[in-house]
């Protein structure tokens, strides 16, 4: 693989107003759909030869909008599954658990189970040595969280390390390789002023 694009779903009422966003199918915003459509010149510099993308309607529409007719969707990219703590906002939590942080303290089971960091690293892994696989470039249309997991397990990094990348909706990112060493070539670049 040469190149890894990520791109991060469009913007939804739920990642507008901070609301843990796992497993809830929720659809793009007018905006969402804005910042979606404006990604369509970062992937047609090149074809990639590979395409993945979340079962989350969020994910396919942006793929759908940002020009991607030919994906995969791939299940291990669902966002993480945030257990009880779904659709709730991090000030919300802290009402009940002062301090809280998500990368430390997880979540608890509620309507689904849950997932934990290394949870979630394990699917990104998977993930990745698929792209590896793949001859040229390859794009993946997810979540924030889950994104986040997946370049800190491209750098070798544990997944709890994918607090230290702050990830914007409706952004693109860029994973390559230096001297045969995994990079980030490009972080959390918005584009079009949407």
Not at 101 to 128: C, F, K, M, N, Q
Not at 151 to 179: I, Q, V
Request: aromatic residues 8%; contains cysteine.
């Amino acid at each position: 693989m040469d190149e890894m694009v990520l791109l991060r779903h469009g913007e939804t009422e739920w990642s507008r107003t901070g609301r843990h966003t796992g497993r809830t199918d929720v659809p793009l915003t007018p905006r969402g759909e804005e910042q979606a459509k404006a990604l369509i010149p970062v992937l047609g510099e090149s074809p990639s030869e590979l395409v993945v993308v979340s079962p989350a309607r969020r994910a396919t529409r942006t793929a759908d909008l940002a020009g991607l007719s030919s994906y995969e969707v791939d299940p291990d990219l669902w966002e993480w599954d945030y257990g009880g703590y779904e659709g709730i906002t991090t000030p919300d939590i802290r009402k009940d658990r002062p301090g809280w942080y998500l990368w430390r303290d997880g979540v608890p089971p509620g309507g689904t189970p849950g997932e934990s960091a290394a949870e979630v690293g394990a699917r990104a892994d998977r993930v990745i040595e698929r792209c590896r696989r793949v001859h040229g470039r390859v794009a993946v249309v997810a979540h924030g969280h889950l994104l986040r997991v997946l370049t800190a397990r491209w750098l070798r990094l544990p997944p709890a390390d994918g607090r230290l990348f702050k990830l914007d909706t409706g952004t693109y990112s860029r994973l390559a390789f230096e001297h045969g060493e995994p990079v980030i070539r490009t972080w959390n670049a918005p584009v079009g002023g949407v």
